[in-house]
């Protein structure tokens, strides 16, 4: 099959064959493209592969997979052109469009996948399996983790994959199969993904995030919201959104799905029918029973959501719609959420000494995320600064002034977040704590301290990502974990 042939079949077919006959590009040697080339590879496909970093991790993936055949190239220059006679680009999702070896592709007609897609046609109609994914600004993961413990609650043999940290390729390529999968989708992973249909899918919310990834289009936030959208597409079964987010529900509204596909809404407040909700303590399904004006089902109890807190009950809610969108009974949903450990860094308390509570929520990467975390406590000292990814912070202050004690900002665009406050909370306590290594945390921590009184939360939600200053959220929160434990206990009276 010639490559002309083999890009037409790359064009509309589901499975495995011909990949023998392909010629492949996985562009970046991440954690997706590693696991790209190296199901490419047992596939029988011709690998070559690229990126930009000849760090001592993608040195030691190099290792492995030219062991297994691929053509590895590392380093400066080695991302600038696209090879000859490649009949396909599977990209890292990091990528944007603009960089100059998919702009190549696009203009050599050669098509670009992510892993993502890639895991989608590998799978084949014949074998594949439902699919249910969650996308959003936030509260991904942790929705997705709430969902995979549910599924497996109900006696499914379950995943979850994508996103959330495990390529979906290690799912497709798995000799014993699944009975379902749980996938958390980036914007990044629907950007470059052309033919997914989830059997159900829900959006959590849309917040500008990411900006700066679409700053060549026209209208960024328009292209981010056009991403997220992808994920409706060619649903069969239910089309999850927030009641709360009107953005979710246009979505469904606009979205091309497979006749018959539900709307089904999720809410803090008391359910319609074709909703999940709160009624009392109770978190309730209006939509997957009997459609009477009265009827509704007992999930579970909101004390069965750890860690409690209204954004976090809104994780719960949607991904409760998607377990039962799949057929998971009620009792399954509420072990589900009582039996979950919850993820670090995610609303964690690290310390609590002298009636002041610390609390870790490193994951809030961005301004709504760190506002849904404000929102949990009445009095905080806020920690806050780094990446700001080209948002704002006006509408946040502007929103959770009143239950600001003080802020201590750090990271690189820390004046992004001071600019907010001195323009909407005026009269708020500001320390602006200066430098960009690691050990700027114990200061932090330390000025922090200085404003707390017993019955605050010192809050680690930065609203901002922390590649500034450190390799992930992860070790930021460590960071603020181990300067508020170094704390010195206070000493005796009068010293």
């Known amino acids: 099959m010639g490559g002309g042939a083999v890009r037409d079949w790359l064009a509309t077919a589901d499975g495995a064959s011909p990949w023998p006959q392909a010629r492949v590009l996985v562009a970046g040697l991440g954690t997706s493209g590693f696991a790209a080339a190296d199901g490419l590879l047992e596939l029988g496909a011709d690998v070559q592969v690229v990126d930009a970093s000849d760090s001592a991790t993608n040195a030691e993936r190099a290792t492995l997979l030219e062991t297994l055949g691929a053509h590895v190239r590392l380093g400066a220059g080695s991302t600038d052109r696209l090879p000859a006679d490649v009949d396909l680009v599977v990209t890292s999702p990091g990528w944007r469009p603009s960089t100059p070896l998919l702009r190549q592709a696009a203009a050599a007609g050669v098509p670009v996948w992510g892993e993502v897609e890639l895991a989608w046609r590998l799978s084949g109609p014949a074998k594949r399996v439902p699919w249910l994914a969650v996308t959003g600004t936030n509260g991904k993961t942790t929705t997705v983790q709430m969902l995979e413990s549910m599924l497996r609650a109900a006696g499914l043999r379950t995943g979850a994959f994508g996103n959330v940290g495990r390529p979906l390729m290690e799912a497709v390529l798995d000799p014993e199969p699944y009975d379902v999968l749980a996938v958390e989708l980036s914007s990044f992973q629907l950007h470059w993904s052309h033919s997914l249909q989830m059997h159900s899918a829900a959006v959590l919310n849309l917040q ?10 026209d209208d960024p936030m328009a292209a981010y919201r056009r991403d997220k959208a992808l994920v409706y597409e060619r649903v069969t079964h239910s089309c999850v959104y927030n009641v709360a987010d009107r953005a979710t529900e ?15 809404g999720f809410t803090l407040g008391t359910p319609a029918p074709s909703m999940i909700g709160v009624v009392d303590d109770l978190i309730v399904d209006r939509a997957f029973v009997a459609q009477r004006r009265d009827s509704a089902l007992e999930l579970a109890k909101l004390s069965d959501v750890t860690p409690f807190a209204p954004h976090n009950v809104a994780n719960a809610l949607a991904a409760a719609a998607l377990a039962r969108s799949f057929g998971v009974p009620a009792a399954a949903v509420a072990e589900g959420l009582r039996t979950l450990t919850p993820g670090e860094h995610r609303i964690q308390t690290v310390l609590e000494r002298d009636g002041v509570r610390w609390v870790d929520d490193s994951k809030a990467t961005n301004p709504h995320a760190a506002g849904a975390s404000l929102s949990a406590f009445e009095s905080v000292v806020w920690v806050a600064g780094g990446q700001a990814k080209g948002t704002t912070f006006d509408d946040l202050v502007t929103r959770h002034a009143g239950r600001l004690r003080g802020a201590v900002l750090l990271g690189v665009d820390r004046a992004v977040v001071a600019g907010a406050l001195r323009r909407h909370a005026p009269d708020v306590p500001v320390i602006e704590v200066p430098g960009t290594h690691t050990g700027v945390m114990e200061d932090v921590v330390r000025a922090a301290a200085g404003l707390a009184r017993p019955g605050d939360v010192v809050l680690l939600a930065p609203g901002c990502a922390s590649l500034d200053m450190w390799p992930g959220y992860g070790a930021r929160g460590d960071a603020f974990a181990a300067a508020a434990r170094s704390l010195a206990p206070p000493g005796p009276a009068g010293e």
Do not use: K, S
């Not at 500008?208 to 289009?217: N, Q």
């Not at 246009?250 to 089904?264: C, K, L, N, S």
């Open 208 to 217: 500008p995030d990411h900006l700066e990834w679409y700053a060549d289009a």
């Open 250 to 264: 246009q979505m469904v509204e606009e979205a091309d799905v497979t006749e018959g596909a539900r709307a089904i």
